[in-house]
């Protein structure tokens, strides 16, 4: 079984496994906090093909999640438009902004990228926070054009409401399974197809694969654009689920928790993500209690994965695995 | 004209804060090649210090300083131990220890969140008073914080030029394999230089409170600011981010005045791409060979 097969396989058990779940855990709760674990996920999974998988330390993820759910919020609120129209808008919007970015910053390397697409989202914020010229005046008072502090509500939904009832939540749970098997299909398309091979060749023999025609700029402008799609998909379909759009999708906690996603699941995996997006979801859940400590806990596991587990959970089954299978093999070589 | 005098007044203060920063972080980038994301907590650590010295314990307001660059140095020191030194020649350094001084930074702001509670406090070593310089208002402060920052800029520069132990960094900087073959002790080099950029932290997380408050997450636009004026200046290049960081602020002074306070951080990110299209290493940077 080649590589592509077992992962397209996984996906399909992971598929049917999800689709069965609204129906075996009744709990309302559980069935709404695994919708936003599939939002993350495929954030993540996404953020890992531009991290992961071409190299490029870009920190923008999360503003072009951003963007998509800004974009389909203002649509849905200024324009009235069905979010069936407003969710593809605002994932083509983050398709263009995240090109713009890359012809801006991908000339550079490492941590001048980071620092550089960290900033952007940061200004992003202060503009948004930072904006108390009213736009319109609706009835609860005055409207900046961005929402300013307290966003945008009431911009429309899926319809789910009117034909599920008080069980739209299981129309918003299977949409965003959609989303979820879709991205980490792309995922996999892209890391087996010959753009994913391209990469593997910059990585492993950076000179040889320029003397082949291998252009690592053209290669990376490409897998940041289409990296975002989903990305902005992601964040349109949060502003429908949750109903609210605020700057706090911008914010630096925000941001450090999907990172975190990546780092404790394993960099540059096809699975690192979405294992790390359950793991932290449920650190998250078992924190609640905590308060204050939450934050605190966040941190030290993003610090102790960093120091102590380089290559994430994923990396941490392979060497294990490795090393189960070891012996093993060395046994079957005396028997011959 | 009073208006040009006061716009240069407030950007050289905005430069001198910003570069006491700037020069802490341009250290530990040329030393060691890493970005410390945790500097903005340890600006607001260096400022709780001085408020939680001065307010909570009585001490005199140079002691009260001095505990609190000795904390933030101590942290400093600790960060090399704790994080950069296990992973330090690994694969990936640059990308890691980025990611996980973030969760340090974001640790120690959680703490002192919980510690000092989320209220604004007032910095107990502000000065009052100014002085009036035809129409231009100047306040003590500022003054103060400029020549403050013009010291600490002279006495670094001459530690790194003159002493040994400078001279140990600024080999380390330029080929950290030549530099321990020399017979420097490299991991010294890596606790010294970030405990100085800890206590440069604490100073610049002063000086910034004074001019506004303290809050638990006040070192985070400072941090971005100076990570900018790095960038513009060349990473890793101590005395060309001094002059950017004095341009920067003037910039900014600028911005704030002719157009709104509100834009001056997206103006200033705008100058960064242009500069970086226009010179990719910075404007003081050397253009660096890479060998594959």
């Known amino acids: ?336 | 004209m009073d208006v040009l005098f006061q716009i240069i007044a407030s950007g050289l203060t905005l430069g001198a804060v910003y570069a006491i920063s700037t020069v802490g972080l341009a250290l530990v980038f040329g030393a060691m090649s890493m970005l410390n994301m945790s500097h903005g907590a340890l600006m607001a650590l260096g400022g709780y210090m001085a408020w939680f010295t001065l307010t909570g314990l009585g001490l005199p307001p140079a002691l009260g300083v001095l505990v609190a660059v000795g904390v933030c140095a101590a942290v400093g020191a600790l960060i090399y131990l704790l994080i950069a030194r296990p992973m330090l020649g690994a694969e990936g350094f640059e990308t890691r220890i980025f990611i996980a001084t973030i969760g340090f930074g974001a640790v120690m702001e959680s703490a002192i969140l919980m510690a000092f509670g989320p209220q604004p406090k007032p910095q107990p070593l502000a000065v009052q008073g100014g002085i009036g310089l035809g129409g231009v208002h100047l306040p003590v402060q500022n003054l103060l914080i400029l020549g403050l920052s013009m010291a600490l800029m002279l006495a670094l520069g001459l530690f790194l030029q003159k002493s040994r132990i400078g001279m140990a960094i600024r080999a380390t900087a330029q080929n950290r394999d030549a530099a321990r073959l020399m017979g420097v002790r490299i991991g010294g080099v890596y606790a010294l230089v970030l405990a100085i950029s800890g206590g440069l932290a604490a100073i610049s997380g002063i000086t910034v409170s004074s001019l506004s408050s303290l809050l638990p997450n006040m070192g985070g636009d400072p941090m971005l600011k100076a990570f900018i004026i790095c960038v513009v200046a060349g990473l890793g290049r101590v005395p060309g981010s001094v002059v950017a960081a004095l341009f920067i602020g003037l910039f900014e002074a600028a911005v704030q005045y002719t157009i709104g306070v509100r834009f001056s951080f997206a103006l200033l990110l705008l100058l960064v791409i242009v500069v970086l299209i226009w010179k990719p290493q910075g404007v003081f940077g050397r253009h660096q060979g890479v060998r594959l």
């Open chain 1, 1 to 336: 079984m080649t590589a592509m097969r077992r992962d397209l396989l996984l996906c399909g058990l992971f598929a049917a496994a999800a689709l069965a779940w609204p129906m075996v855990s009744g709990l309302r709760y559980s069935v709404t906090q695994t919708t936003f674990f599939f939002i993350w996920a495929t954030v993540v999974v996404q953020w890992n093909l531009v991290f992961g998988i071409s190299g490029i330390f870009s920190l923008a993820q999360v503003a072009l999640f951003a963007i998509g759910a800004y974009v389909t919020a203002m649509l849905g609120y200024y324009l009235g438009t069905s979010m069936l129209l407003a969710m593809p808008a605002g994932a083509v919007v983050a398709v263009i902004a995240s090109i713009a970015l890359g012809l801006a910053c991908l000339r550079l390397y490492g941590p001048y990228v980071a620092l550089l697409t960290l900033c952007v989202s940061q200004v992003l914020y202060v503009l948004i926070v930072n904006d108390t010229d009213c736009f319109t005046h609706p009835p609860a008072g005055c409207m900046p054009l961005m929402g300013g502090v307290r966003g945008f509500s009431r911009f429309g939904d899926l319809g789910f409401r009117d034909w599920l009832g008080s069980g739209f939540y299981i129309g918003n749970y299977y949409v965003g399974l959609a989303l979820l098997t879709a991205a980490i299909l792309f995922s996999i398309l892209i890391i087996h197809s010959p753009m994913g091979l391209a990469f593997r060749a910059l990585r492993d023999n950076p000179v040889y694969a320029a003397a082949r025609g291998v252009d690592r700029f053209r290669y990376q402008l490409w897998i940041f654009g289409l990296s975002a799609f989903f990305t902005g998909l992601a964040g349109a379909f949060y502003a429908v689920n949750t109903g609210v759009v605020g700057p706090v999708v911008f914010s630096f906690p925000h941001l450090l928790f999907l990172l975190s996603m990546i780092v404790v699941g394993g960099v540059g995996t096809v699975w690192g993500p979405v294992i790390g997006a359950v793991v932290l979801m449920v650190a998250d859940e078992l924190m609640r209690e905590l308060g204050d400590f939450r934050d605190i806990g966040m941190g030290l596991i993003l610090v102790g994965c960093v120091v102590l587990m380089p290559k994430g959970l994923s990396g941490l089954f392979q060497s294990l695995s490795a090393r189960l299978a070891g012996p093993a093999a060395s046994a079957a070589e005396k028997a011959k």
